[in-house]
């Protein structure tokens, strides 16, 4: 490990790995067409059932939570 690498841990060596990275991604941080931001509902429906489902998400008497207000996890109402 470089010194760089050691005063910075993860610090990508490969600059041309961060390049290839940048150019796949870039043009996919926002969709044509799509007011940037917004949300769908199934993300925000989809990943916390699966984390219910595992018993990931424990109550003040460390049982596990079953169900949940998924809606109010996120908002789409700050958007212009």
């Known amino acids: 490990m470089n010194k760089a690498n ?12 961060v390049y290839a990275s940048q150019d796949y991604l870039s043009p996919r941080y ?17 990943y916390p ?3 219910l489902d595992t018993g990931g998400i424990l ?8 169900s949940m ?5 996120w908002t789409n109402k700050f958007l212009p």
Request: charge should be negative; hydrophobic fraction near 35%.
């Open 69 to 73: 207000n998924f809606d109010a996890l």
């Open 30 to 46: 926002a969709d044509s067409g799509r007011k940037w931001g917004w949300q769908d509902a199934a993300p925000w429906h989809n």
């Open 59 to 66: 109550d003040a008497s460390s049982k596990p939570v079953h």
């Open 6 to 17: 050691a005063d910075n841990p993860g610090t990508f060596t490969d600059t041309g790995l």
């Open 49 to 51: 059932q699966f984390i």
